[in-house]
């Protein structure tokens, strides 16, 4: 009897799940996009389908198919499938699964797939207890991350793995999964009479973002929102937008996209393109990054990348930082667009970035050089007899020329670190 509640349990769930995890693909051919992962002629898809799995990592933003492919080797391999999350579990769970491996091999020669989701949340000590047994083959390991394993998994664990890169997914990818949910008569919206407007379709697929599970979830709730008129549903472009609420945008504050953005962010400013910048700039500030970090980085970039070239840069940006820290959001985001945009704008010069890199070259090789003699102070009679000071040039009794003397150490005599820019114009010949 418990038997069969558990089973009509299992199907009101099934029923009753969001539509994203009824329309899983369950083989390969249902599976759309990541061509050059689970393509025809592609390693993994040979492998899966020969059954000769090998440890991998599936690395890509939310909704891009990491876990669904996960679940469709499952389906496809004789070996027995063991799934762990990488939140949920501890490592005694791990243990416990490695435990059964061992034992499946050693009785059974069975192998055991172990799949483990959001495998970047495990530490340390999670990932090197999950090593040896990759490393034997008591396990082989499907890990799903959406954060840079180079940066998440232990370099022992990266080294025995294949890693497979899902990207973000293409308007046409999530066009042919949104059809299939309003054709699929079994876990869809087929033979329900709903009619997707072709605006709305657009919208669906452009502001989801790549993620599959994004645009399911805003269809969803768009048909929920929508009442049948005439025995049908018609979803319309306005219904999307407030389902979105507002479009996802893909930017964790602590994983690679902050780094990559704010790196594009840099690298615009520094190519002079104040419409780079400026995209950039929205890119993070509407994803909800602190314009206070924002704003720390124009300071450096004003002295790495401006310097001497134009000596406002520095004090406007710091003028910036002090704004954001004053006024706070919304507001300071004018300053900050204001700042950015004159950042881009001027004549850059890394002359000082480079100079000082070069003197730390050279401090790092001599180390304590002494002292020139005339450039030090001779406060006691003593310093005086030994030649402290001797010979010092005051440079306000000389001109440029006859108050030149040496100010390096001596055997860095001659050297030249700084290198000024070629041409110094005011920032309104950049615009």
């Not at 998994?153 to 294949?162: D, G």
């Not at 999530?174 to 949910?181: D, G, P, V």
């Not at 010092?392 to 440029?400: G, P, T």
């Given at each position: 009897m418990a038997d069969l509640f558990d089973h009509q349990l299992a199907e009101e769930i099934g029923r009753s799940a969001p539509l994203a995890d009824r329309l899983r693909p369950t083989t390969l051919a249902e599976f759309v996009g990541q061509n050059d992962v689970v393509g025809p002629t592609s390693i993994l898809r040979r492998a899966v389908e020969n059954d000769e799995l090998f440890s991998l990592l599936l690395w890509g933003p939310p909704g891009t198919g990491k876990t669904t492919l996960a679940r469709i080797v499952a389906q496809h391999t004789k070996a027995t499938f063991v799934g762990l999350s990488?939140?949920?579990?501890?490592?005694?769970?791990?243990?416990?699964?490695?435990?059964?491996?061992?034992?499946?091999?050693?009785?059974?020669?069975?192998?055991?797939?172990?799949?483990?989701?959001?495998?970047?949340?495990?530490?340390?000590?999670?990932?090197?207890?999950?090593?040896?047994?990759?490393?034997?083959?008591?396990?082989?390991?499907?890990?799903?991350?959406?954060?840079?394993?180079?940066?998440?998994?232990?370099?022992?664990?990266?080294?025995?793995?294949?890693?497979?890169?899902?990207?973000?997914?293409?308007?046409?990818?999530?066009?042919?999964?949104?059809?299939?949910?309003?054709?699929?008569?079994?876990?869809?919206?087929?033979?329900?009479?709903?009619?997707?407007?072709?605006?709305?379709?657009?919208?669906?697929?452009?502001?989801?973002?790549?993620?599959?599970?994004?645009?399911?979830?805003t269809l969803e709730l768009a048909y929920k929102a929508t009442s049948p008129k005439q025995g049908k549903r018609t979803i319309v472009a306005t219904t999307i937008v407030e389902a979105f609420q507002k479009p996802h945008l893909l930017y964790?504050?602590?994983?690679?996209?902050?780094?990559?953005?704010?790196?594009?962010?840099?690298?615009?400013?520094?190519?002079?393109?104040p419409d780079g910048t400026l995209y950039w700039l929205g890119r993070m500030v509407e994803a909800g990054e602190d314009p206070l970090f924002i704003a720390s980085r124009m300071v450096v970039f004003a002295s790495e990348d401006i310097s001497v070239a134009d000596v406002h840069a520095l004090p406007l940006a710091v003028a910036c930082m002090q704004a954001c820290d004053m006024i706070g959001l919304p507001?300071?985001?004018?300053?900050?667009?204001?700042?950015?945009?004159?950042?881009?704008?001027?004549?850059?010069?890394?002359?000082?970035?480079?100079?000082?890199?070069?003197?730390?070259?050279?401090v790092q090789a001599t180390l304590n050089e002494p002292v020139p003699l005339h450039l030090r102070n001779a406060p006691t009679k003593l310093m005086k007899e030994l030649g402290y000071h001797q010979g010092?040039?005051?440079?306000?009794?000389?001109?440029?020329?006859?108050?030149?003397?040496?100010?390096?150490?001596?055997?860095?005599?001659?050297?030249?670190?700084?290198?000024?820019?070629?041409?110094?114009?005011?920032?309104?010949?950049?615009?």
């Open positions: 990488g939140v949920m579990s501890s490592k005694d769970d791990l243990l416990q699964a490695v435990r059964a491996a061992s034992e499946r091999r050693k009785f059974k020669q069975q192998r055991t797939i172990l799949f483990v989701d959001e495998i970047h949340r495990w530490n340390k000590a999670q990932q090197d207890a999950l090593l040896p047994y990759v490393e034997n083959g008591t396990v082989t390991l499907i890990g799903a991350t959406t954060e840079n394993p180079s940066f998440e998994v232990i370099s022992p664990l990266l080294s025995r793995c294949k890693v497979f890169v899902l990207e973000r997914l293409q308007p046409e990818h999530l066009q042919t999964i949104i059809e299939r949910a309003l054709a699929d008569t079994v876990h869809g919206y087929g033979g329900q009479h709903v009619v997707l407007e072709p605006q709305a379709l657009e919208l669906l697929t452009t502001a989801s973002n790549g993620d599959a599970r994004t645009a399911l979830n964790d504050k602590k994983g690679e996209e902050h780094y990559n953005i704010i790196s594009a962010f840099i690298k615009s400013m520094r190519g002079s393109d507001e300071c985001v004018i300053n900050l667009s204001h700042v950015a945009t004159y950042l881009a704008t001027c004549p850059k010069s890394n002359a000082t970035y480079v100079a000082y890199g070069r003197v730390v070259e050279d010092y040039k005051y440079s306000h009794d000389y001109s440029a020329a006859e108050g030149k003397q040496e100010y390096l150490p001596k055997k860095l005599s001659g050297q030249r670190y700084f290198q000024p820019p070629v041409a110094h114009h005011d920032h309104g010949a950049a615009l």
